[in-house]
């Protein structure tokens, strides 16, 4: 009898810590809902697209990354960074491809973009052109080399019907070992 008293107290003893940390776990996360991140990034190092992904995995969001519809022209970098430059001063955006996303399904929206010349990047500026955000909690980030200039303020001046919360710009992402805890204290400055 004594033994079955004993096994029933360790199940429930197990049961109980899974429980609570599966609470916990979830806790971490994130509180932020369904999460959506829509993100562009074009260099190698790929570095906005490094942020979406620790943004994924704090949050389990959806993650889509905003695409040209038709290539960039294949440029070496710094030539890239001069045609694209030109791009912005004659305000040609690129038509970008479908994301098959249902904005309304979402709680809570990422947008993350390079900075260009300051600004966001070509693709995400079309997104915002296009896109409602149909009241939706709106969190903006960008990454830059050093200069972010105003990429985050202009996600956030003209992200239609979005409900703007705290963006941020991270610096050199490629060579910045706190990275990691840099977003999730953003990530966490965010949820209610
Ligand atoms: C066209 C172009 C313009 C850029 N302009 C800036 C800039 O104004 N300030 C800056 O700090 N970095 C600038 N950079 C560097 C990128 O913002 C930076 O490397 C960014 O983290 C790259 O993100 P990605 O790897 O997701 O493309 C520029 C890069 C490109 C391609």
Redesign the pocket.
Known sequence: MKKIIMRCVAVLGLLFCTGALAFGQSADQSNLGKVLVL?????????????AEIIRGLTDADIVKVEPAASFPEME?RQ??????EQ?RQGIYPSIRDLNVDIASYDFIFV????????P?LPITTLLRQTDFEGKPLAAF????????S?VSDIEKQAKNALIRSGVN?????GDRQISEKVATWVRSLQK
């Open positions: 993100y562009y990034s074009y260099s190698e190092n790929a570095n906005t697209e490094k942020v970098y890239f960074t001069q045609w694209a430059k912005q993350g973009t390079p900075v260009w010349w300051g600004l990047s960008s990454t830059a080399q050093g200069g972010p200039g990429a991270f610096n050199n992402v490629a």
